[in-house]
């Protein structure tokens, strides 16, 4: 039972790594790949390993999701008036 939702986490880890590739939008690629790296936090725990799986959700999944997204949308305008000029 364990190793099929080891495979089912690890499933969803890579399609929601491919979601993110294949999104248009910037924001929807990035909250996808923090998707990608909570999986990866649920399956840590799972596999019965608390303390990596902290570090994985906070910094991976919560952390540079956040930083990512702040970057994205601070350089949205100015790409924009970048080609106006």
């Given amino acids: 039972m364990r190793e099929l ?3 089912l986490l690890c499933a969803s880890i890579i399609a929601s790594g ?3 590739v294949r999104l248009a939008s910037l924001m929807a690629a990035m909250v ?5 790296s909570l999986f ?4 840590y725990v799972v596999l019965g390993a608390p303390d990596v799986a902290m570090t994985e ?5 919560g952390l540079s999701t956040l930083i990512f997204l702040y970057a994205i949308r601070r350089t949205a305008g100015a790409e924009d008036s970048a080609w106006r000029s």
């Fill in 57 to 61: 959700a906070s910094i991976g999944s």
């Fill in 40 to 43: 990866a936090a649920v399956c």
């Fill in 5 to 7: 939702v080891v495979y």
């Fill in 18 to 20: 491919l979601l993110a």
């Fill in 32 to 36: 996808s790949g923090g998707l990608a």
